[in-house]
């Protein structure tokens, strides 16, 4: 879904439509893989390292501004969750791939975004709003991911 989708859900212009400079990352980031797509095939394991941490933040950055437009807690969880990998099956899509989060052997992927923005919509709760929490909780997605593609670690699935 990303940023712009979870937006539109809650009812609001998405920040890319609002302020052009947010839009120049991706335009820049486009620009790069479009040019430098063959080098960049070759620092696979960065890619995965950046995208673990854009996991962190998005599922933050989700979860907060659902909690600030009034969903409740879970709402808010799987909002966050879903801005978070929604931008990872879009990068897949868009590279002629099956989405890392819908295939059978990826490693963990929405669980960390689960996770992340569960502990944003806990310290919510809990009164407990602060930038320490959000870096926390990106942190611990992040790692959760990055432990993930280290050790192997999958979701449970069926058997058929």
């Not at 990998?85 to 989060?101: C, K, M, N, W």
């Not at 052997?105 to 709003?129: E, F, H």
Request: aromatic share 8%.
């Amino acid at each position: 879904m990303g940023c712009c989708g979870r937006d539109v859900l809650l009812g609001t212009t998405p920040a890319a439509f609002s302020q052009p400079a947010y839009l120049v990352t991706p335009l820049v980031a486009t620009a790069v893989v479009f040019v430098w797509h063959r080098r960049l095939e070759r620092v696979a394991r960065f890619v995965l390292v950046v995208d673990a941490a854009g996991v962190g933040l998005f599922c933050v950055v989700g979860t907060q501004k659902a909690l600030l437009f009034g969903l409740a807690g879970l709402p808010a969880v799987i909002l966050g969750a879903t801005s978070a990998v929604g931008g990872g099956v879009l990068r897949d899509l868009l590279a002629r791939q099956d989405p890392t989060v819908l295939r059978k052997d990826s490693q963990m992927y929405a669980i960390p975004a689960l996770l992340g923005a569960t502990v944003i919509a806990l310290g919510q709760w809990a009164r407990i709003d602060t930038p320490t929490l959000a870096v926390g909780a990106a942190a611990v997605t992040f790692a959760l991911r990055m432990l993930a593609l280290r050790y192997n670690w999958r979701a449970p699935h069926p058997r058929r």
